[in-house]
């Protein structure tokens, strides 16, 4: 038993990294082209922690009521739909406002410079 996982490695990667990790990234990407705020996936991942931990009880004998690795599971989610939430705002701002804004890297924009 790690830190991260309870019963292997492969089930708490495939699942939770690939599988609900996979939704995690779709759920960020669509609630920042809806212009949602920040706090909106934050709250969906909660949830769907809830779900990735019943799936983890379901399908791979884990303990359906555990604090410590909803909390883990839960993280790697919301950290997940945060990147994809900042990618894709990212890319909105140059998009939308291309008078006013450029690329400044993959997380970040800037103000044009006059020229």
């Known amino acids: 038993m790690g830190i991260l996982w309870e019963n292997s490695a492969a089930a708490f990667f495939i699942?939770?990294?690939l599988i609900a990790g996979g939704a995690a990234f779709m759920s960020g990407k669509a609630l920042?082209?809806?212009w949602r705020s920040i706090w909106h996936p934050i709250r969906y991942m909660l949830l769907l922690g809830?779900?990735?931990?019943?799936?983890h009880y379901a399908l791979f004998d884990g303990t359906l009521l555990s604090?410590?690795?909803y909390i883990v599971?839960?993280?790697v989610l919301i950290a997940i739909a945060l990147?994809?939430?900042?990618?894709?705002?990212?890319?909105q701002m140059v998009s939308q406002y291309p008078w006013l804004y450029v690329?400044?890297?993959?997380?970040?924009?800037?103000e044009k410079q006059p020229s």
């Not at 809830?50 to 799936?55: G, M, W, Y």
């Open 15 to 17: 699942f939770t990294v």
């Open 32 to 34: 920042a082209s809806q």
């Open 50 to 55: 809830l779900a990735d931990r019943f799936f």
């Open 67 to 69: 604090l410590h690795y």
């Open 73 to 75: 599971d839960t993280a």
């Open 83 to 91: 990147l994809s939430y900042r990618l894709k705002r990212v890319q």
């Open 103 to 110: 690329k400044k890297g993959p997380f970040a924009w800037g």
